[in-house]
């Protein structure tokens, strides 16, 4: 259709939206919100960069995005509206590694320079880079050697019943809540296996 703006989302969209949104004319400009936005959580911004499984990947410029969290309105260009999508895309992997669709598993690794060292029951995590150590107690350090044997989130609750049953109606939690706060930490490295049934 010659001379319309964005034809085929008009045509996607016309059963769902009303007529007066997909018959205008004008466009809608936003760069004032954008820059209060990013003004007003640009620490949020940053950390999600600090610990950003795109930026491990090697799938976004850690140095470009943080520019642009820092950029004022007059400098403005492109990297400002790219960290709509970083944000975007970044929340859509976590998410697929927080709730792994059928057919995949979590698998978790140690992130380079991470150690773990046992100790009796427990055992010690160390980042050789930092200098950081996190100690683990006997159901964590269980839970992590089962996860870093290839098991996935399921599997390592299944091992944690099988020696704890009294874990069996928290355990998917707080497997879940353990492997946040390792990854908030820098420590891990998660991807998803899709060969692998769950």
Not at 31 to 46: F, K, N, P, T, V
Not at 149 to 154: E, I, L, M, S
Request: net charge neutral; proline share 7%.
């Amino acid at each position: 259709m010659p001379g319309a703006y964005k034809p085929l989302t008009r045509a996607a969209m016309r059963p769902v939206m009303p007529a007066e949104c997909l018959e205008r004319t004008t466009k809608g400009e936003f760069s004032a919100e954008i820059y209060q936005g990013l003004c007003r959580h640009r620490g949020q911004l940053l950390t999600l960069l600090d610990g950003s499984l795109l930026v491990e990947r090697g799938l976004a410029d850690a140095a470009a995005l943080r520019r642009a969290c820092v950029r004022t309105p007059a400098e403005g260009g492109p990297g400002v509206l790219a960290l709509d999508v970083f944000i975007a895309a970044e929340n859509w992997l976590r998410a697929l590694l927080a709730y792994p669709r059928p057919g995949g598993v979590v698998r978790v690794s140690l992130r380079p320079g991470v150690t773990l060292t046992p100790i009796d029951e427990v055992a010690v995590l160390l980042d050789e880079h930092t200098g950081h150590y996190r100690q683990l107690n006997a159901t964590a350090a269980l839970v992590l050697r089962s996860l870093l044997a290839g098991h996935g989130p399921d599997g390592a609750a299944r091992d944690l019943v099988r020696i704890h049953p009294a874990a069996t109606p928290t355990a998917e939690a707080d497997i879940a809540a353990l492997v946040a706060q390792l990854r908030a930490a820098n420590l891990i490295v998660e991807t998803v296996d899709w060969e692998q049934t769950r």
